[in-house]
């Protein structure tokens, strides 16, 4: 049975995380000196991730060519080669170390790799976090954009301040801010509010307090 200084103490638990994420969001905000980049300098190369799943294709060696799934622990196991770490490589960095391991057996193996099924390495991923209508981490896509994470997630709740969100993104090792404006994109149509997305950025909606 839940006493009163049960249910006070649950009550202010309750307090004190809405009150530290309401701080969190405006830190996020007032830190955004600027829009978001409306473009990329350069598309970064797909990472492969545990969970993934792999088309290791070996020309003229059928035999040794397979579809095979990224164990948790971030390596795979093909024909003749048992165990090779596959995780935080690209595709064709993980095609040429395979080449290496099959030229034991192999007269001047030519592999592809191709990745199949995307998860890619959880700080790759994309997370959407606040008046998201399901916030969870998405696997980043080639040329992703707002609008795709947006999608991804349902969209925003009736509470959520779109033009106050903002994208948490790291850059040379330091940690930015930009503002985004949802609400223009979303309800609008304003396509001009789209940009595009970076691995492992972190969008923030925060709640509408009126």
Same mark, same amino acid.
């Given at each position: ?10 009550? $202010?638990? =309750? /307090? ?14 007032? !830190? +955004? @000196? ?77 592999? $592809?790799? =191709? /990745? ?14 606040? !008046? +998201? @209508? ?77």
């Amino acid at each position: 049975m839940f006493t009163l200084q049960k249910i006070k103490s649950a009550a $202010t638990r =309750t /307090v004190l995380v809405s009150l530290a994420l309401f701080v969190s969001a405006c830190a996020a905000q007032n !830190q +955004a @000196a600027t829009t978001a980049p409306a473009s990329l300098e350069a598309a970064p190369q797909y990472i492969i991730g545990p969970q993934d799943e792999l088309n290791v294709f070996v020309w003229q060696n059928p035999d040794l060519s397979v579809t095979v799934p990224v164990r948790p622990d971030g390596r795979i196991s093909t024909p003749l080669v048992d165990d090779m770490m596959a995780a935080t490589k690209t595709s064709q960095q993980l095609a040429r170390d395979i080449e290496k391991s099959l030229a034991k057996y192999v007269k001047d193996p030519l592999v $592809t790799v =191709t /990745v199949q099924s995307f998860n890619g390495p959880y700080n790759q991923q994309i997370r959407i976090v606040g !008046q +998201a @209508a399901e916030p969870k981490a998405i696997p980043y896509r080639n040329d992703m954009t707002v609008l795709d994470a947006i999608i991804a997630v349902g969209g925003m709740t009736e509470f959520a301040a779109g033009n106050r969100a903002v994208i948490v993104r790291t850059e040379s090792g330091e940690q930015q801010s930009y503002n985004v404006r949802l609400d223009d994109l979303i309800v609008d149509g304003d396509v001009t509010a789209n940009v595009p997305l970076l691995p492992g950025d972190i969008i923030i909606i925060p709640q509408s307090w009126f």
